[in-house]
Each structure stands twice: as C-alpha cells, then as structure tokens.
C-alpha cells in the first residue's frame, strides 16, 4: 500500500490526469436518457443522448449514426476515448440506433418494412425536431455515413457539416461482395462467412485466399494500435454481434445497404470531411469520391496501417474533427492541435464556443494545410 501511495504521489499532475482519463473511459456506462421517437416513414427510432442538451446554445452538437453490425456503442466508445475527452466535455452528443439495433431488440415484426438508407437520411430531421436541436454535425461510419449524407442533402440547414467514415456513394465494387455473401443468408442466425465479412466491412484486416470462399483475419503491424489490442477489438466485435445484437435485424440493415442507390454528394452545402484508413477496404472508393467534390468543401483524412479509425486511430480522428469543427464556428475555445492560446479575458469559455450561426455550410479555413492529409 506504501509503495503504491509513494508511486502515485511520484506521478506528474499531467499523468495523474491521463490515468484517470484513461480508467474513465474503460468503464461502461449507460446513456441518460434515452428517447424512442418516432418517424412518418422509418417507424421508431432509439435515441441515446451523452451530455447536457439545455446547454445546447452553448455547446457544438453531435448528430452520430453506427455502421453494419454494430450500434450506438461503437460511437460511445469513440466518444469516450482519452483523446476525445475535451471535446466531449464542450459537446453533446445525439447517437442514432438504426431501427431494430437497440440493445436485446426483439425481431422485427413481418410486417414491418425496414427503410431504405435514403428514408432513414430524410427521417433524421424528426430526431433533431424532437429534442429541439436546430442543427448539429453529423458523424456517420459506413452505412450510418451514406445516412447522414443523405440527411445532409435533404436537410442542409439542419448539418453544420459532415464527418464521413468510410461512406461509399456508389453501390458498385465492394457492395458486390457485399450482395453475392448475404443473397444466401437464411435462418436467423449469422453464419462464420458472413461474420467474417462483417469483421472485413469493418476492420479490414483481412486476407482474401484465392479457391477459398472466407476472409481470414490476418495481424497486421501498425503504429496507431497495438497486436493485442487490435485481438480485442475484434473479439469484442465478434460478442457483439453474438451476443446483445439481433442478427434477423443485422440482416435487414446490411440488405437495406446492398439495395441502396447511388449517393450524389456533388453540390451538398454542408462542408464533408472524409476519413477512411489505408487497410480498409473502402479506402481506394474514399479517394475517388474525394477527387470527384468540390475541393473547398470537402477534406480528407487517411490514416496509415488503419482499417477501423475510429477504434485504431482516435486521436488522428479527434485532431481532425476539431479542426473541421473550429471551420464551422465550433468548439472555437479549444486550441488547434500542437498550438497553445490564450483565451481573452473579456470573452468566458462557453462565450467562445457559441456556434457562428451565420456559418451554417462555411469552409473550413486551413489556409496554410492542404486539403488531402496523410498521417
């Protein structure tokens, strides 16, 4: 007990900081409160809220949607990363479970028309309704960024901005992969393959093994995460799509994907910043919607040695969204990344971090960045 006091007492009041940030984050916790709101065309939709929404006016307001297999705990997770926490202090954030994705969902009834991803776009305008939120910026990953896109170009007015995680616009390449995987999906349960390219949609870290018809997960070295960690993470994906996940539902969602129609972000008025990671299997479509928008309004992030950014490289993730942010009027006292700033002294905290209303699509301002950025 000594020893542990004396080594405690030895750390640095930075350390101290960082370790309690980081056995804060490690502990689960359940969103309050919680909302079902419910939609004209998408049925009920389940709504987790993570911070203070009466200080909306005074803080930058997130508007998050999961990917294929996973739900709002993927983005709580990213959320509640050590190198999202001053951020998280200074926001709110609304996370979305597409419909039938909540924890322990019971089947989906035969009579229920799962919505296509443009419906779930357009309806997402109920949820801001609902809470009163006149417009926030949206973090999307995979098939939760192809809905908030459309979102966005339904509703720009509502979207300060974008921040898409490997979103594909076309329905081509993977989704054929995609569409000749799942087309012989049968029975409720989800089969190895199709986990194994769930985990492929996912992480990327796999192999394709020529006249075998699996995605082998293989370990690849990166500097962003560690070997064991990287065993974590997937063994936690695995649980949870076995475990409190309803895979009838899974399918429903991943079916909604395959038949998606083409995503048409050229002219979208809400600034785009695009991230993806180089072991990701979308990472090559990410680059081509990249050089196809217009270059002041869209950004792009590409991680190196990466497949999941959000669980692998959080840090090069919240660096980047708070710069994307501070270019809409937000999160405006936090200094940038590596730049120390002194507040004045006439102007408090929250003054600083009241949204810019007047900037409702404005691009960001790095002049002296380029817009394509490799980390």
């Given at each position: 007990?000594?020893?542990?006091?004396?080594?405690?007492?030895?750390?640095?009041?930075?350390?101290?900081?960082?370790?309690?940030?980081?056995?804060?984050?490690?502990?689960?916790?359940?969103?309050?409160?919680?909302?079902?709101?419910?939609?004209?065309?998408?049925?009920?939709?389940?709504?987790?809220?993570?911070?203070?929404?009466?200080?909306?006016d005074?803080?930058?307001?997130?508007?998050?949607?999961?990917?294929?297999?996973?739900?709002?705990?993927s983005?709580?997770?990213?959320?509640?990363?050590?190198a999202?926490?001053?951020?998280?202090?200074r926001?709110?954030?609304?996370?979305?479970?597409?419909p039938?994705?909540?924890?322990?969902?019971?089947?989906?009834?035969?009579?229920?028309?799962?919505?296509?991803?443009?419906?779930?776009?357009?309806?997402?305008?109920?949820?801001?309704?609902?809470?009163?939120?006149?417009?926030?910026?949206?973090?999307?990953?995979?098939?939760?960024?192809?809905?908030?896109?459309?979102?966005?170009?339904?509703?720009?007015?509502?979207?300060?901005?974008?921040?898409?995680?490997?979103?594909?616009?076309?329905?081509?390449?993977?989704?054929?992969?995609?569409?000749?995987?799942?087309?012989?999906?049968?029975?409720?349960?989800?089969?190895?393959?199709?986990?194994?390219?769930?985990?492929?949609?996912?992480?990327?870290?796999?192999?394709?093994?020529?006249?075998?018809?699996?995605?082998?997960?293989?370990?690849?070295?990166?500097d962003?995460?560690?070997?064991?960690?990287?065993?974590?993470?997937?063994?936690?994906?695995?649980?949870?799509?076995?475990?409190?996940?309803?895979?009838?539902?899974?399918?429903?969602?991943?079916?909604?994907?395959?038949?998606?129609?083409?995503?048409?972000?050229?002219?979208?008025?809400?600034?785009?910043?695009?991230?993806?990671?180089?072991?990701?299997?979308?990472?090559?479509?990410?680059?081509?919607l990249?050089?196809?928008?217009?270059?002041?309004?869209?950004?792009?992030?590409?991680?190196?040695?990466?497949?999941?950014?959000?669980?692998?490289?959080?840090?090069?993730?919240?660096?980047?969204?708070?710069?994307?942010?501070?270019?809409?009027?937000?999160?405006?006292?936090?200094?940038?990344?590596?730049?120390?700033?002194?507040?004045?002294?006439?102007?408090?905290?929250?003054?600083?971090?009241?949204?810019?209303?007047?900037?409702?699509?404005?691009?960001?301002?790095?002049?002296d960045?380029?817009?394509?950025?490799?980390?």
């Amino acid at each position: 007990m000594e020893r542990q006091r004396s080594r405690r007492a030895s750390l640095s009041a930075e350390q101290r900081r960082k370790l309690s940030l980081l056995r804060t984050s490690s502990i689960p916790s359940r969103l309050k409160p919680k909302y079902v709101v419910s939609t004209d065309r998408s049925g009920d939709i389940h709504v987790h809220v993570q911070g203070d929404l009466t200080q909306q006016d005074k803080r930058c307001v997130f508007l998050t949607v999961h990917d294929l297999g996973t739900n709002h705990s993927s983005m709580v997770d990213f959320v509640n990363s050590p190198a999202m926490s001053e951020i998280k202090e200074r926001s709110c954030f609304i996370h979305i479970d597409v419909p039938g994705h909540e924890e322990n969902s019971p089947d989906l009834p035969d009579s229920y028309q799962f919505p296509s991803l443009q419906t779930l776009g357009e309806d997402l305008v109920t949820v801001l309704d609902f809470l009163h939120i006149r417009y926030a910026v949206g973090i999307g990953e995979g098939a939760g960024a192809n809905i908030l896109a459309r979102c966005g170009l339904a509703h720009p007015r509502r979207l300060l901005g974008l921040v898409l995680v490997n979103c594909t616009a076309s329905t081509s390449s993977v989704a054929d992969a995609f569409r000749s995987r799942f087309s012989r999906w049968r029975g409720a349960d989800i089969s190895q393959s199709e986990e194994d390219f769930l985990i492929y949609h996912k992480f990327g870290h796999v192999s394709f093994v020529p006249g075998h018809l699996d995605y082998r997960y293989q370990q690849i070295s990166s500097d962003s995460c560690e070997p064991n960690e990287k065993d974590r993470m997937l063994a936690e994906y695995r649980s949870r799509l076995r475990g409190n996940l309803n895979p009838h539902n899974i399918k429903l969602f991943v079916r909604a994907f395959i038949n998606r129609k083409d995503l048409l972000l050229k002219g979208c008025r809400p600034d785009i910043l695009l991230i993806t990671g180089t072991l990701s299997p979308y990472s090559s479509v990410i680059e081509k919607l990249y050089k196809e928008l217009d270059r002041d309004r869209v950004t792009i992030l590409k991680v190196e040695k990466v497949g999941d950014v959000l669980a692998e490289a959080p840090a090069k993730v919240a660096q980047s969204l708070l710069l994307f942010c501070q270019g809409q009027g937000q999160l405006t006292s936090l200094p940038p990344p590596g730049v120390e700033r002194r507040m004045s002294r006439a102007m408090s905290m929250e003054e600083y971090d009241k949204p810019n209303i007047r900037r409702l699509s404005l691009t960001p301002s790095v002049a002296d960045s380029p817009p394509h950025t490799k980390l």
